[in-house]
């Protein structure tokens, strides 16, 4: 098995080929060769990610996350990955119909039983998750978590996603319509 070099060697203008330590040239995943336009700028006394309430330097424990809170339907953002937002929320009674246009929706429950309700062209139907398991709503698919007991779950979606879809029904008081808050630990 062969091991190439992490050094690259930087390229004199951003339009010739970026090489590693044994000349070989550096490419994307689909064997373009990657120039100095291809690489990100920074200096060793900045920090690579924003400096986020979401970008902690430790681990975060979701059991003190979830004992951070006490709204049900208003989701804390954990951290981020990539352009994605990891939340927790806790959940309680019924929420409203609503649809992701454009991204699904991923769903671990934490704690108790969520049943999520979905209605698309084969018609409706409801899917029931206890504790330890996931789902995925499919973008584009109506549904309506619900928490008859009390539930928590962590949700995977695009930094930015409305709580409450692109399209929903009314949104009752109850219902915190929003993009996350931030994490108060």
């Known amino acids: 098995m062969r091991f190439l070099a992490l050094v690259a060697h930087p390229a004199k203008n951003h339009d010739e080929p970026m090489t590693h330590d044994d000349d070989q040239p550096m490419t ?5 060769p990657m120039t100095r336009h291809d690489q990100p ?3 060793h006394d900045e920090p690579t990610t924003p400096k986020t309430p979401a970008h902690r330097p430790a681990p ?3 059991s003190e996350a979830l004992a951070s809170f006490d709204a049900v339907w208003s ?9 994605y937002d990891v939340r927790v929320a806790k959940f309680k009674g019924e929420y409203i119909w609503h649809v992701h246009d454009d991204t699904d929706e991923f769903f671990l429950v934490l704690d108790g039983e969520l049943d999520i309700a979905l209605r698309d062209a084969s018609g ?8 330890g398991s996931v789902f995925t709503v499919p973008r584009g698919t109506e549904h309506k978590p619900v928490a008859h007991s009390g539930a ?10 409305l709580t409450v879809g692109d399209r929903h029904d009314e949104v009752p008081d109850r219902v915190d319509a929003t993009t996350g808050h931030a994490l108060d630990l």
């Not at 989701?75 to 352009?83: A, C, E, K, L, Q």
């Not at 139907?125 to 504790?131: A, E, G, Y």
């Not at 928590?152 to 996603?161: D, N, R, V």
């Open 28 to 32: 994307h995943h689909d064997d373009q």
């Open 41 to 43: 700028t920074t200096h």
């Open 60 to 62: 975060i424990d979701l």
């Open 75 to 83: 989701p804390r953002i954990v951290t981020h990955v990539n352009d």
């Open 124 to 131: 409706e139907r409801t899917v029931t998750l206890s504790k």
């Open 152 to 161: 928590s779950a962590l949700l995977f979606e695009p930094t930015g996603t």
